[in-house]
């Protein structure tokens, strides 16, 4: 079997690299030993180089490395998984919401009423309650004010729509507002117009007829008038606000102070088309930022968006240097058009400047990244001064480099677990990744638009074998696209069965069907495709093996290709040109998966690279986004995990069980309140994140005791 000559290998080309790296290699006592520096010098490595420093560009998690450390964001997690505040030192979240009257509805007990008396109306009631209806007291409770904006007349441009001669009047429609009540809520409050109605009638927004107010000026634009009347005078209407208060004194690494334009700029430059950033679908729902003053921001949003506070987590970019004059200026510089000139052309994105903990140095390609700590970063410059980030391929060579004390970190192979972690000289972390790995099928290419392929092509690879002769048992089966660890992944669904006869009867009602030379043929045509990943990874290459040769077993033909990184990313990947790939997905906290599965999201440069279209889905992954009650989106993260996995866009594989190792002089430098360094064991948080204090680590020339010191 193929799993045997892979594992028969390993310990053949073990004893190969032992070999050459006692050649070449110095070891740690040898770089150490009269070249201190070496101790305040972090040096770790990956198999693939980055391909843009540019948070709201990137997509690989070699970028994301970098940029995590070059840029900040206005917040984060703490090690308990709550907000923290970074950029911004505090923020405060409410709600502005809107009804336009329904001068035609009765109110229960009152009849037909006038703004002015809606508005009193709702004020008594805020300010007494009615009893025996918690959940209509809690939403009286959170109104904090209420307003009436009167009614007006108005024009809308109609974006879209053609023009009908030289009169620009002929794609507008006139308006008539209606009074409309504003409402101003201490918090957000997702049941506040199904509570309203308790007060106002069951029918009092759904009766709302907007297009009594709306005069289409076109006459072939009056079939229209209905969606058009919904879509400018919508009857509700729910504004969550954040306010950011900005950190002050905190600067960019060329010394420009960071403010409140920063913020503005980095969601325009995100929402900007020509800047082609993966990261539109999370800022979408931003209705406007507006900077209140140089250190205060205030972010509305159009509607419901329960994930807000997390996309503020980006990396801020420096307007003073990316902005339009600063891009024409550069376009000029380098001989090309100022007009069509974006960030993602821009040189910035190989010499990038953010305001986090460490600075740009030196970007060698398949090489090294080399940063230095950040002098005036505002929480105090780490202990390292300087971070190397190394491009390894080969994770063998990554292991005897680690051994020899040329990378201070190793993620560990899945084979080396049970010897390693028992291993002394080192302090190892583990724990369930957050993410799985797949096979991904591109659905915009036959056979893969059919459903019944994608299964029968899971149903004939054994999983089970992989976690346990690839992966050595370090991992677990998956069956969807949610954290295994989360509450949002619906344990009540069950993995793919392996049956590579189920799967040929799947085939054979598709369609496909042994042909004289033993391949599977449909219409003349053989079930043939090729399957690649990344060079780098050999579990991925392990897998593309046994599932090349699991399919011509069942007599698909399946041709295999390793591709580099940057060009199985940039070519193919972020393309969409491919039959088949193994990959796999770092996951956040939040359920949000709107970039990776909504229809919306399968453009070129895009994470919906397979092409996965279900209206239900999209549906739920919206009302996800738009969720705040926790039980309510867990119920919906199920839904759509079974709609997923009945669908089998990718073969969900597993995830995998990450061991990690560290030097033991590798430590957290503290100081009590009288000034004395102490030293702290390093700690996982919650999602098994071990580099969460970074900035603290220090390298000691001997293993501490983990006493005060002075």
């Excluded at 501490?704 to 010191?709: L, Y």
Aim: contains cysteine.
């Amino acid at each position: 079997m193929t799993v045997r000559r892979v594992l028969i290998a390993v310990p053949c080309l073990l004893l190969l690299f032992l070999g050459q790296s006692y050649l070449w290699v110095p070891n740690y006592q040898e770089q150490t030993k009269g070249n201190p520096a070496r101790l305040a010098e972090y040096v770790t490595a990956s198999i693939g180089d980055a391909q843009l420093l540019n948070p709201i560009l990137s997509s690989d998690s070699a970028s994301s490395t970098i940029n995590g450390l070059v840029f900040e964001g206005l917040l984060d997690y703490d090690e308990n998984l709550n907000y923290r505040g970074r950029l911004a030192t505090t923020w405060k979240v409410y709600e502005e919401a809107y009804f336009y009257l329904n001068e035609q509805a009765e109110i229960p007990g009152f009849g037909r009423a006038t703004a002015e008396q809606v508005r009193a109306m709702l004020l008594r009631a805020a300010q007494k309650p009615p009893g025996g209806d918690a959940a209509l007291r809690r939403s009286l409770e959170n109104i904090e004010g209420v307003e009436i904006e009167p009614a007006r007349r108005g024009r809308r441009e109609l974006a879209g729509e053609p023009r009908e001669g030289a009169q620009d009047q002929q794609a507008r429609v006139e308006i008539n507002y209606p009074p409309r009540v504003k409402l101003t809520l201490k918090e957000v409050d997702q049941e506040l117009f199904p509570q309203l109605e308790k007060l106002l009638g069951s029918n009092y927004f759904s009766t709302f007829t907007p297009e009594r107010y709306l005069q289409v000026l076109s006459p072939q634009l009056k079939k229209k008038k209905a969606v058009y009347a919904r879509k400018l005078l919508p009857a509700t209407e729910q504004n969550p606000i954040i306010v950011f208060y900005l950190r002050p004194g905190v600067k960019f690494h060329d010394g420009h102070p960071f403010g409140a334009r920063d913020v503005k700029f980095t969601f325009e430059a995100i929402m900007n088309p020509a800047n082609l950033s993966p990261r539109v679908s999370d800022y979408e729902p931003v209705k406007s930022v507006e900077i209140l003053d140089p250190l205060t921001v205030k972010i509305t949003y159009k509607r419901l968006y329960s994930p807000a506070l997390g996309t503020w987590m980006i990396g801020i970019l420096p307007e003073h240097l990316l902005n339009r004059a600063q891009l024409s200026k550069e376009a000029r510089a380098r001989g090309l058009d100022p007009a069509t000139m974006s960030i993602r052309q821009s040189e910035f994105n190989r010499h990038p400047i953010g305001c986090g903990p460490y600075q740009f140095s030196e970007w060698k390609s398949d090489q090294y990244i080399l940063l230095k700590r950040f002098p005036q970063y505002w929480e105090g410059p780490p202990l390292y001064h300087r971070y190397a980030y190394r491009i390894v391929p080969d994770v063998l060579t990554q292991e005897m480099e680690f051994y020899a004390g040329t990378l201070d970190s190793y993620n560990v192979q899945p084979y080396q677990v049970q010897r390693l972690k028992q291993d002394a000289r080192f302090q190892s972390f583990s724990g369930l990744s957050f993410g799985y790995t797949y096979i991904g099928y591109n659905m915009q290419r036959p056979p893969f638009n059919d459903v019944r392929v994608r299964r029968a092509l899971g149903m004939a690879i054994d999983v089970d074998s992989i976690i346990r002769y690839v992966l050595y048992g370090q991992g677990e089966r998956i069956t969807g696209p949610f954290p295994k660890q989360t509450d949002y992944y619906n344990k009540a669904v069950k993995p793919l069965p392996y049956d590579p006869q189920g799967a040929l009867e799947l085939l054979a009602e598709a369609g496909w069907k042994r042909g004289r030379e033993g391949w599977l043929e449909k219409d003349g045509k053989r079930l043939q495709f090729t399957l690649i990943t990344n060079q780098g990874n050999n579990i991925r290459k392990a897998i593309l093996s046994i599932a090349q040769d699991s399919w011509r077993k069942i007599g698909v033909d399946v041709r295999t290709d390793v591709l580099e990184w940057a060009v199985f990313i940039q070519e193919r990947v972020d393309k969409h040109d491919f039959d088949a790939l193994v990959l796999g997905w770092s996951m956040g906290v939040e359920p949000d998966l709107y970039q990776i599965w909504h229809s919306s999201q399968t453009g070129s440069h895009q994470l919906n690279f397979v092409g996965f279209k279900n209206k239900e889905a999209d549906d739920l992954i919206v009302r996800i986004r738009r969720e705040y009650n926790r039980q309510r989106q867990v119920a919906y993260c199920h839904r759509l995990h079974e709609i997923i996995a009945a669908e089998q866009p990718y073969t969900f594989l597993y995830v995998g069980k990450w061991t990690a190792l560290l030097d033991k002089r590798i430590v957290i430098a503290r100081k009590d309140s009288s000034g004395r360094v102490y030293y702290e064991k390093i700690k996982p948080t919650k999602t098994g994140n071990y580099t969460f204090f970074f900035n603290r680590w220090i390298k000691l020339p001997e293993v501490p005791n983990f006493a005060v010191e002075d």
